[in-house]
């Protein structure tokens, strides 16, 4: 059973950074990953994705001020986030052993908005930016 462990949130103001880290207890069947958010009241949604062949994406809302990385020997999934604005709060998951999938509804996986299903994700991390 693969574990997942993220850390690295906290409250912060508006325009400052931080770096989450998700690491994982053992080798995943790929390395295709994602760091969702979800906010009370809100489904949760991918904010960027890191995806077969090690291609980055990113949501829009995001992209310029976010960067997802993954460091094989470490085997730990990082989300550096700078210029944070308070719209970024709320909660923070890795998730990991994603692949493209037309398959929707399974209790036991999790769903991106780009097609891609995942099999294993942490218990999360807060993130609170003030303004």
């Known amino acids: 059973q693969v574990q997942l462990a993220e850390s690295g949130g906290g409250l912060v103001q508006a325009g400052g950074s931080l770096r989450l880290s998700c690491v994982g207890s053992s080798t995943y069947g790929s390395y295709c990953m994602g760091w969702f958010r979800q906010v009370p009241g809100k489904e949760r949604e991918v904010v960027a994705g890191?995806?077969?062949?090690?291609?980055?994406w990113y949501d829009d809302s995001v992209k310029g001020r976010f960067t997802i990385s993954y460091d094989f020997g470490k085997k730990t999934l990082s989300l550096q986030m700078n210029n944070l604005k308070s719209e970024d709060t709320g909660m923070y998951y890795c998730a990991a052993d994603c692949h493209l999938s037309q398959a929707r509804g399974n209790p036991t996986s999790w769903y991106d908005k780009n097609g891609y299903e995942y099999h294993y994700w942490g218990q999360g991390t807060q993130v609170t930016v003030s303004s």
């Open positions: 890191r995806y077969d062949g090690g291609i980055a």
